[in-house]
């Protein structure tokens, strides 16, 4: 729809013809889980716009019930069936635009369990219909598969709404784009909210009622959400012989065209371009897809833009948590043999004697050769779609992990610090371009030990005598000048809680001639990877 209300825009007079298999056009799928939680509790605000207001406004011909079944390209014709009487019968096309989304990956169930998606009016329709009838479901148990983004949002909407929980994820951590360290947050506010999570298990069959699943027990369901991922949409450009992307999605080049110079694609279905290494990817984001709608609407209308590529920004909450991405992770550029610096902070969301500030743990990853940006992400409460945002903005731009630091962001107490945490990812990542300070990685931190470097704490006495990573040596900052013979004379690697103390020791250390690296990220950073790697061995599972 972005595309045909961009065109009347361009074009006052052409003929502009929409056909959607569904019954909706234009309705807010991103608010469908919270309409299900009674969060969004009118359902005509879903429905952003109908067949009957796009005529009134934009003059554009909306057939819902009418699925485009072939296309003929070298005559420019479509075959329309309507999906409730099967007629069918032919439309012709000067310019035609693809945009048949994605398709969700269905489990095995069968019919003994309410099951659904969530990704239509129907679906939202389905599901609450089903919790308004079932009053026992108040107290009934779901279970949704699945732990992505919309899986977080239907099990948050279903606790919501008064329901026991129970978690189905296949891999062995919640929100697979993240990296371990990072999904462990995720997981400790899952386990906050009483959810019971199933990681590293699938659901094996369902029979009477009962999933069983493979990690041996089986659950009483009243309701499965099927969340477990999506594919594009292809089969229609398959058929019509257009190029499939090396991502599985419809090739277009950067105005939006597919092989055939006359068919353009768009949306979920539909290949983009990777922003940090060119090739094709998939992303289902509905800004990206509503931009390229838009870039189509250009093309056919003689203004065609580049489609930028994506960087593949998104967040997404879950229980008072904001979770926000961006560009590769380190598992991804691990996986295709890319090295990256990587960078863990742990600021607060505003100046801290300004009441109200919540933590934020971020990471940022730079190529070591260009101190380009690579990726982020950032979970916590307040302030985490702001400084996403600043990233995403900065990669787009250009903007180097260095030159963050130099960024003159808008400080107040109540929104932010004189060093945002902006300002403060850019002066780490100086200090490691500049080789002012190294640092060890959390999963690196075993090996170094393994190696004889030795582990020295310069937290307080008392945060020791409270948490510890073992065989560490305490050395508070403060006493650390007085107590240098305590030492040994061997490569050294401190830390802290979050990292700060940590650099100012390796700073000092350095000076007085010893080698030292500083634990990035602090204990806070080690103590989520260990709790990310203990989860990956064994299968969790949390019961409330």
Same mark, same amino acid.
């Given at each position: 729809?972005?595309?045909?209300?961009?065109?009347? *825009?361009?074009?006052?007079?052409?003929?502009?013809?929409?056909?959607?298999?569904?019954?909706?056009?234009?309705?807010?799928?991103?608010?469908?889980?919270?309409?299900?939680?009674?969060?969004?509790?009118?359902?005509?605000?879903?429905?952003?716009?109908?067949?009957?207001?796009?005529?009134?406004?934009?003059?554009?011909?909306?057939?819902?019930?009418?699925?485009?079944?072939?296309?003929?390209?070298?005559? *420019?014709?479509?075959?329309?069936?309507?999906?409730?009487?099967?007629?069918?019968?032919?439309?012709?096309?000067?310019?035609?635009?693809?945009?048949?989304?994605?398709?969700?990956?269905?489990?095995?169930?069968?019919?003994?369990?309410?099951?659904?998606?969530?990704?239509?009016?129907?679906?939202?329709?389905?599901?609450?219909?089903?919790?308004?009838?079932?009053?026992?479901?108040?107290?009934?148990?779901?279970?949704?598969?699945?732990?992505?983004?919309?899986?977080?949002?239907?099990?948050?909407?279903?606790?919501?709404?008064?329901?026991?929980?129970?978690?189905?994820?296949?891999?062995?951590?919640?929100?697979?784009?993240?990296?371990?360290?990072?999904?462990?947050?995720?997981?400790?506010?899952?386990?906050?909210?009483?959810?019971?999570?199933?990681?590293?298990?699938?659901?094996?069959?369902?029979?009477?009622?009962?999933?069983?699943?493979?990690?041996?027990?089986?659950?009483?369901?009243?309701?499965?959400?099927?969340?477990?991922?999506?594919?594009?949409?292809?089969?229609?450009?398959?058929?019509?012989?257009?190029?499939?992307?090396?991502?599985?999605?419809?090739?277009?080049?950067?105005?939006?065209?597919?092989?055939?110079?006359?068919?353009?694609?768009?949306?979920?279905?539909?290949?983009?371009?990777?922003?940090?290494?060119?090739?094709?990817?998939?992303?289902?984001?509905?800004?990206?897809?509503?931009?390229?709608?838009?870039?189509?609407?250009?093309?056919?209308?003689?203004?065609?833009?580049?489609?930028?590529?994506?960087?593949?920004?998104?967040?997404?909450?879950?229980?008072?948590?904001?979770?926000?991405?961006?560009?590769?992770?380190?598992?991804?550029?691990?996986?295709?043999?890319?090295?990256?610096?990587?960078?863990?902070?742990?600021?607060?969301?505003?100046?801290?004697?300004?009441?109200?500030?919540?933590?934020?743990?971020?990471?940022?990853?730079?190529?070591?050769?260009?101190?380009?940006?690579?990726?982020?992400?950032?979970?916590?409460?307040?302030?985490?779609?702001?400084?996403?945002?600043?990233?995403?903005?900065?990669?787009?731009?250009?903007?180097?992990?260095?030159?963050?630091?130099?960024?003159?962001?808008?400080?107040?107490?109540?929104?932010?610090?004189?060093?945002?945490?902006?300002?403060?990812?850019?002066?780490?990542?100086?200090?490691?371009?500049?080789?002012?300070?190294?640092?060890?990685?959390?999963?690196?931190?075993?090996?170094?030990?393994?190696?004889?470097?030795?582990?020295?704490?310069?937290?307080?006495?008392?945060?020791?005598?409270?948490?510890?990573?073992?065989?560490?040596?305490?050395?508070?900052?403060?006493?650390?000048?007085?107590?240098?013979?305590?030492?040994?004379?061997?490569?050294?690697?401190?830390?802290?809680?979050?990292?700060?103390?940590?650099?100012?020791?390796?700073?000092?250390?350095?000076?007085?001639?010893?080698?030292?690296?500083?634990?990035?990220?602090?204990?806070?950073?080690?103590?989520?990877?260990?709790?990310?790697?203990?989860?990956?061995?064994?299968?969790?599972?949390?019961?409330?």
């Amino acid at each position: 729809m972005s595309a045909a209300t961009r065109l009347r *825009r361009l074009d006052e007079h052409a003929e502009i013809v929409v056909f959607e298999r569904g019954g909706y056009v234009s309705f807010a799928n991103c608010g469908l889980p919270y309409f299900v939680g009674g969060i969004i509790a009118d359902r005509s605000a879903l429905l952003l716009q109908t067949p009957q207001s796009l005529a009134a406004r934009f003059r554009i011909e909306v057939h819902t019930g009418q699925e485009v079944v072939t296309i003929d390209r070298a005559s *420019r014709i479509v075959t329309v069936r309507d999906v409730h009487t099967g007629v069918r019968r032919a439309e012709r096309y000067d310019n035609l635009v693809l945009a048949g989304g994605a398709m969700t990956a269905l489990g095995r169930v069968d019919d003994s369990i309410p099951t659904f998606t969530l990704r239509t009016i129907d679906d939202v329709d389905h599901i609450t219909a089903t919790l308004d009838a079932r009053s026992d479901l108040v107290t009934g148990t779901a279970v949704v598969i699945g732990a992505g983004f919309i899986g977080l949002e239907a099990v948050e909407n279903l606790v919501h709404r008064g329901l026991s929980v129970v978690l189905v994820q296949r891999n062995s951590q919640v929100m697979s784009p993240l990296d371990p360290e990072m999904a462990a947050l995720v997981l400790q506010r899952l386990k906050a909210a009483e959810v019971d999570v199933r990681l590293s298990t699938t659901v094996l069959s369902e029979s009477d009622g009962l999933l069983t699943l493979s990690d041996g027990t089986t659950v009483t369901a009243d309701l499965v959400i099927l969340a477990s991922g999506v594919y594009p949409d292809t089969s229609l450009a398959r058929d019509a012989g257009l190029r499939i992307g090396e991502s599985g999605g419809i090739w277009v080049d950067a105005q939006q065209r597919t092989s055939d110079e006359h068919v353009f694609a768009v949306g979920d279905g539909t290949e983009k371009t990777d922003a940090v290494d060119g090739r094709g990817t998939l992303v289902t984001m509905a800004g990206l897809a509503n931009r390229h709608g838009r870039a189509a609407a250009d093309t056919i209308a003689g203004v065609p833009t580049d489609a930028a590529p994506s960087l593949r920004t998104s967040i997404v909450g879950l229980f008072d948590l904001t979770i926000g991405m961006l560009g590769w992770s380190e598992h991804h550029l691990v996986a295709a043999g890319r090295p990256a610096r990587v960078i863990h902070t742990h600021p607060d969301s505003h100046a801290t004697y300004y009441p109200g500030a919540d933590q934020m743990h971020i990471k940022l990853l730079v190529d070591p050769a260009t101190d380009a940006i690579l990726g982020a992400q950032i979970i916590g409460g307040a302030g985490v779609d702001k400084r996403i945002d600043i990233l995403a903005t900065a990669m787009a731009g250009g903007i180097t992990a260095s030159g963050l630091s130099r960024l003159e962001l808008a400080y107040a107490p109540q929104y932010g610090s004189a060093k945002d945490p902006i300002n403060q990812l850019g002066y780490v990542a100086d200090n490691l371009a500049h080789g002012t300070v190294t640092s060890v990685q959390w999963h690196e931190l075993d090996a170094a030990v393994e190696r004889g470097e030795t582990l020295v704490d310069v937290r307080s006495a008392a945060e020791f005598a409270v948490e510890s990573i073992p065989g560490a040596l305490n050395i508070p900052l403060d006493e650390l000048r007085m107590r240098l013979d305590e030492l040994p004379d061997s490569p050294l690697v401190v830390h802290c809680k979050v990292g700060q103390r940590g650099h100012t020791a390796a700073r000092l250390l350095s000076q007085y001639g010893f080698v030292v690296r500083n634990l990035d990220g602090g204990y806070l950073t080690w103590a989520a990877g260990r709790t990310a790697t203990e989860s990956a061995l064994q299968p969790e599972r949390i019961t409330p």
